[in-house]
């Protein structure tokens, strides 16, 4: 799936998965969503597990959300191609799930960025058990 967002510049591009992950570690559900198109996929490679529309992104997230007590991103690395509409991220995540699982996990995330600056695609690699059901 190609994307186009030639209008977008670098910085543009560069924001947006800082922004997402300041969404998914406050846990609101409606500012992750804001990043999505709504024919958007999201795709967890190392599980499987693949999410497509709004609305089943919004149940994992939704899911994710509630069964974590904390959640905390912090992107190590991040590179940019603006021609292309897409930014990729290298990640650590550190969590609390309310059964008491703690994830301490190094993850590398893909987005494809439409015009408007919506993720059109994500692809998400995890090194560990997927948070993500």
């Known amino acids: 799936m190609a994307t ?3 209008s977008l510049t670098r910085d543009q591009l ?3 998965p800082d922004s ?3 969404a998914v570690d406050a846990k609101d559900v409606d500012a992750i969503l804001d990043h ?3 024919d958007a996929t999201l795709t967890v490679q190392t599980d499987h597990a693949v999410f497509s529309g709004a609305e089943e992104i919004r149940r994992m997230f939704t ?3 509630g069964g974590s007590v904390s959640i905390f991103h912090e992107i190590k690395n991040i590179v940019i191609e603006p021609e292309a509409g897409k930014v990729a ?3 650590s995540y550190i969590g609390e799930l309310v059964d008491g699982t703690r994830n301490d996990m190094h993850n590398c995330n893909f987005f494809d960025v439409d015009a408007e600056g919506k993720f059109t695609r994500v692809i998400i690699w995890m090194a560990g058990t997927n948070p993500l059901k």
């Open 63 to 65: 899911d994710f959300c």
């Open 20 to 22: 997402y992950f300041k």
């Open 14 to 16: 560069a924001a947006l």
């Open 4 to 6: 186009h967002a030639a």
């Open 89 to 91: 991220t290298e990640q």
């Open 36 to 38: 999505f198109a709504e």
